[in-house]
């Protein structure tokens, strides 16, 4: 990194703390100091300050504007760090000093730092900024995947490739995490007769950091500097490597660098072998076997993200004996018994269930919307055959977005000017957005515009790099949508190209959605995107197929789809589209989020009544898909389903909006915007969802009473 002016010399630290990332102060900054770069480096001021000119830094020094920005942020940061007057410190005087460990496969955090797939990473970095926001002293622990997760291009024929990018070590905000005694820390963990060893990551995001492992060191074996190298990228054999190194490897890296969490959080089963390691140390303390699993189930707080069974990790027995083989310790005694823990058979025979194995060791669970607890209770009652399935101990926690990531620039404005000041400290108050009603329309109707045209400028400027500099044919560039008209009501469809998101429905009857698509004056638009994992080709097959809709001219170019869906094609999306559609096969969808990152931006959510939505909808915020039920025909369900989406397009959306006054406001879509944004901003944000995890799970693990 080239050295800085002294007067600037905070810049840099500014830079590599994602904090800067959800703070607009902070975010400006960058954005000012070199658009141009900024818009370059997709938002990453670490390689900006790579790249910047010693002019531009100059001219900003002169800049008195720039330089009060500059300073207040620092401030800030400042500020942030001290930890004073936060909810948690009001609120949980009982966690101060403590902290809470954050377990999870991915965190998605921010486009640069690519160490996440979907919604379950998306969960977890709204969660960390949301802990950082609110002063919950939590840790995250995950991987640093030197590949991380892969960027997807559309051959010709609409066929899924993948393309793994190595990523530059120095372009991400991470640096070495230290021991206790200052070395930086390299963690080796037992995996079958050998020794693997880690290095580890620091991630700052504000008050919470995040220790990252990593296996691609020298000394390692090229075998196993390969098994962090992606993410959910190898076969089993891999798999239940990784999980090991991640479970075991994680507590053993907190311990090195001097953090004793008082609660653990196991976000989903991945990281379940960290109890193997927390029971053998204490077994090793003197801790009787039972004694020892009832202390770490104490402690421990897990969450299930998916009803989908093969979301859910099995191995079979011998390969976790295998690999685990030198990690027993003085567990080794206790080795049936903690193998029955993980005992399941979910219609194959017998595995070691990572689920099975969280279920059994956590003393809160839950699942992730009302509805979905409701499903995981039926679904893993075998674990508690004695007990009635209403009795099962899993609740349930509704997942949120963090509102700061999410929110527009244009939408925070309008907020600010017309809730107030502090709406923003204070919006998971029940009540406290119902001003947004007082919006003017034509106000909130020119923040629409807006960003709908970012989305539209996003989308063509991609094309036009493509088309440049990679020599993307003509029809890709139609495909990415450059014929889309800037005024039309556009619909946004992005999700994992999984079967159960039935991703294909709304094309169930092509002729009528054609006709909805190109009726005169009232055009409707269709942006699709979204990556099919790489070994799913029953996912390509629906990419394909949604593929050579897009290039079919009876829809006149009016459908779309964007590749390489990650969190910055997110942001353009849930922001500038005018309507958020999601059609799962009810019960699949435990929650979902992405329609609350569009909900709170005034785009309101078209949706089946599972996850989410099931308790979102209010009758008035959006639209309820819903078919007659035909539970035994999937086909027929199917049918109904799109008859619904046909329908409710043709007489309630399309209608209200282009109905508009003479200044082509529309008053009526305007309402539904309205109610979109004050009711899914309160009840869906990660500030409501962490105060619950804190309230309802981590302060009963620490062993004292709940204090409110
Ligand atoms: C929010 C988000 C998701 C999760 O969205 P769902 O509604 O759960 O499908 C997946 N990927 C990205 C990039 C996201 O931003």
């Not at 390692?220 to 190194?245: C, F, K, M």
């Not at 046909?646 to 109905?659: C, S």
């Amino acid at each position: 990194m080239p050295s800085l002016p002294d007067r600037l010399h905070r810049l840099e630290e500014l830079a590599r703390d994602l904090w800067w990332s959800w703070t607009p102060d902070a975010r400006n900054v960058f954005r000012r100091l070199d658009y141009p770069l900024w818009r370059l480096t997709a938002h990453n001021p670490v390689r900006m300050l790579k790249l910047v000119e010693p002019a531009t830094l100059a001219r900003a020094m002169a800049d008195s504007d720039w330089l009060a920005l500059y300073d207040g942020a620092v401030a800030r940061l400042d500020a942030t760090r001290a930890a004073r007057g936060t909810w948690c410190e009001r609120e949980c005087p009982d966690l101060a000093g403590r902290s809470i460990a954050y377990f999870s496969a991915e965190f998605a955090l921010h486009q640069s730092l690519p160490i996440y797939a979907g919604g379950l990473g998306v969960l977890a970095g709204d969660h960390c900024k949301e802990a950082s926001d609110l002063g919950v002293p939590l840790v995250g622990v995950g991987f640093m995947y030197p590949q991380g997760y892969f960027h997807q291009t559309v051959s010709a024929d609409g066929w899924q490739e993948e393309v793994y990018e190595k990523l530059n070590w120095t372009d991400a905000a991470i640096e070495p995490a230290i021991t206790t005694d200052g070395k930086p820390c390299v963690t080796a963990v037992p995996l079958g007769s050998r020794t693997v060893l880690m290095a580890v990551w620091r991630v700052r995001a504000g008050r919470v950091h995040l220790y990252l492992l990593d296996t691609d060191l020298e000394e390692n074996a090229p075998w196993d500097r390969e098994l962090s190298a992606r993410l959910y990228g190898g076969d089993r054999e891999t798999r239940v490597q990784q999980e090991i190194l991640l479970g075991v490897g994680g507590v053993r890296t907190l311990k090195a660098v001097g953090i004793t969490p008082a609660v653990y959080h196991l976000n989903e089963g991945h990281a379940a072998f960290a109890v193997l390691q927390r029971i053998r140390d204490l077994c090793e303390k003197g801790w009787a076997f039972e004694a020892a699993l009832e202390e770490v189930r104490r402690t421990t707080v897990f969450t299930t993200h998916t009803p989908v069974a093969a979301g859910h990790d099995a191995f079979l027995f011998h390969l976790v004996e295998k690999h685990l083989a030198g990690a027993w310790g003085e567990l080794g005694a206790y080795r049936e018994r903690f193998f029955a823990l993980a005992h399941y058979d979910s219609g194959d025979g017998p595995m070691f269930n990572m689920t099975a194995l969280a279920l059994r060791t956590a003393s809160a669970i839950n699942g992730v919307s009302a509805l979905h607890g409701d499903v995981t209770r039926r679904m893993w009652h075998a674990v508690w055959p004695d007990t009635p399935v209403e009795r099962v101990p899993i609740r349930s926690v509704t997942n949120g977005v963090h509102i700061p990531t999410w929110m527009s620039a244009e939408i925070r404005a309008l907020l600010d000017r017309y809730l107030g000041p502090d709406w923003l400290e204070h919006h998971d108050d029940p009540g406290f957005c119902d001003a947004v009603v007082r919006i003017p329309d034509e106000e909130l109707w020119e923040a629409r515009q807006s960003l709908r045209s970012f989305l539209f400028h996003f989308i063509r400027e991609r094309a036009r790099y493509r088309w440049t500099h990679r020599g993307a044919s003509a029809s890709h560039i139609v495909a990415s949508g450059t014929m889309f008209d800037h005024n039309a009501l556009t619909i946004g469809f992005a999700r994992r190209f999984t079967g159960y998101k039935r991703p294909e429905l709304v094309f169930a009857d092509a002729d009528r959605l054609a006709n909805i698509l190109n009726a005169h004056g009232r055009p409707v638009q269709i942006l699709f995107a979204g990556k099919a994992h790489p070994a799913d080709d029953i996912g390509k097959h629906h990419l394909q197929r949604i593929y050579r809709r897009v290039l079919d001219p009876k829809f006149g170019g009016r459908i779309a789809f964007i590749e390489d869906y990650d969190l910055h094609v997110a942001h353009f999306l849930v922001q500038g589209c005018d309507v958020w559609l999601n059609n799962p096969r009810k019960p699949l969808e435990a929650s979902g989020t992405s329609g609350m990152k569009a909900a709170i931006n005034g785009t309101p959510h078209m949706s089946i009544g599972d996850g989410w939505w099931a308790e979102g909808f209010t009758g008035d915020n959006g639209w309820l898909i819903e078919g007659p039920a035909d539970p035994n025909d999937q086909g027929a369900q199917d049918w109904a389903d799109a008859q619904a989406i046909y329908t409710l397009l043709e007489e309630q959306v399309v209608p209200a909006f282009y109905d508009r006054d003479a200044q082509g406001v529309p008053h009526r879509w305007l309402q539904i915007v309205k109610q979109s944004i004050r009711t899914v901003v309160p009840r869906f944000s990660t500030r409501r969802m962490v105060k619950e995890y804190v309230r309802g799970m981590y302060q009963p693990a620490l062993g004292q009473p709940v204090t409110k």
